[in-house]
């Protein structure tokens, strides 16, 4: 798939999703200098619009040149078939970083993914595909960062520690140094992982302790 980010302005976008996070991923790619956009959303109402920019309930039928789709699906597993469905229609994928996102040298941010304002990527660390690095987050030094995983406002992944695929980092909270999160695991708001995870499930608190499985 065709990655697009920041540095290049496109004709167009279509953003797939209509929650907040597609709000936010508008006006990351508006301060990008991208100056069209559509919503798609299966609820949408008739004549809906953002910014002016409108909201249709269908995918659209073609992708007309000098445009690119993103996924803006705060749900991980729809934020997949989204994206599987944009490779199968062979459309221009987009990766959207934010101008005032700094990048680390020999950082890798995956296709697909999402930079916002003021977050950090530091050196060498790893970003895979659809994945959410939000408004102010930080993934430090030689970090790894699973497919289709969100890290939330405000949270910080200190140096050398990894997150499997389809993981939830909740607002502010913290991973310390070197630690090791499997896949499927979410860490509620605010709680500070101080011990690796090899099981699924919510963690909540400090230090964070299991409370479901996954």
Not at 13 to 25: D, N, P, Q
Request: overall charge negative; some cysteine.
């Amino acid at each position: 798939m065709k990655s697009i980010v920041h540095s290049r302005t496109h004709e167009g976008l279509i953003i797939l999703g209509f929650g907040g996070h597609a709000r936010s991923v508008c006006d990351v790619a508006m301060s990008s200098g991208v100056t069209n956009f559509i919503f798609f959303d299966a609820n949408a109402q008739k004549n809906e619009a953002f910014l002016g920019y409108p909201v249709v309930s269908e995918w659209p039928a073609c992708l007309s040149s000098g445009w690119a789709a993103f996924s803006a699906s705060g749900d991980n597993r729809r934020r997949e078939i989204q994206i599987l469905e944009i490779e199968r229609r062979q459309w221009p994928l987009a990766t959207i970083i934010s101008g005032s996102a700094t990048l680390g040298v020999g950082c890798q941010v995956g296709a697909g993914s999402f930079v916002g304002h003021h977050a950090h990527v530091g050196p060498k660390a790893r970003i895979g595909a659809g994945c959410i690095i939000n408004t102010a987050a930080i993934v430090e030094h030689e970090c790894s960062i699973g497919d289709y995983t969100h890290v939330s406002v405000n949270s910080v992944v200190a140096g050398r520690s990894s997150i499997g695929s389809m993981g939830f980092i909740g607002a502010g909270a913290t991973l310390i140094d070197g630690i090791q999160v499997t896949d499927n695991v979410t860490i509620g708001a605010g709680g500070v992982v101080v011990d690796s995870i090899s099981d699924a499930g919510v963690y909540l608190g400090l230090p964070a302790k299991k409370l479901v499985d996954q």
